[in-house]
């Protein structure tokens, strides 16, 4: 019995030859032909929400330091700590849903940034109506930041 026999038996299907065939596409990438690196658990599945958990955390403290930088610029750092925080659950579900829409298709994204280009325009135009109306409304978010 040769060699390439004997790896036949321990992996069919891996050796070309006598006894088995070679994976071919989709099955050679399955077969792991590359590295692996094991990740923190022997489950596959735990090993899938922890991922999950890790992104969607990180998401969301790239998200924040985001939308710090953006309202700091103008406000300040620890007004815009408070406006932030200040933020009602219903804000944060519209902004999260007109997110979605705007990443999962095109028509999404082409509604939801004409939208937003639409109320820029329309902001440019009233001028300092418009500014005021804003700077209020900033004001009553860090206030009621401040008292979380």
Do not use: C, F, Q
């Not at 690196?37 to 998401?59: E, F, H, K, Q």
């Not at 985001?66 to 009602?88: P, Q, S």
């Amino acid at each position: 019995m040769t060699i390439r026999d004997k790896l036949a038996k321990i992996k069919p299907g891996r050796i070309t030859g006598k006894g088995g065939t070679a994976p071919v596409g989709k099955a050679a990438d399955e077969a792991g032909s590359g590295p692996s690196i094991p990740g923190p658990s022997t489950n596959a599945m735990t090993n899938l929400i922890l991922a999950d958990i890790a992104l969607r955390a990180g998401g969301a403290l790239l998200r924040r330091g985001v939308e710090r930088g953006l309202l700091g610029n103008k406000t300040g750092t620890a007004k815009a700590k408070k406006i932030i925080r200040g933020r009602t659950m219903g804000e944060t579900l519209i902004g999260t849903a007109l997110a979605r829409v705007a990443t999962r298709s095109v028509p999404g994204a082409i509604m939801v940034g004409g939208g937003l280009l639409a109320k820029t325009l329309y902001d440019r135009r009233h001028g300092k109506s418009a500014k005021a109306e804003g700077e209020a409304a900033v004001d009553a978010k860090a206030k009621k930041g401040a008292k979380e």
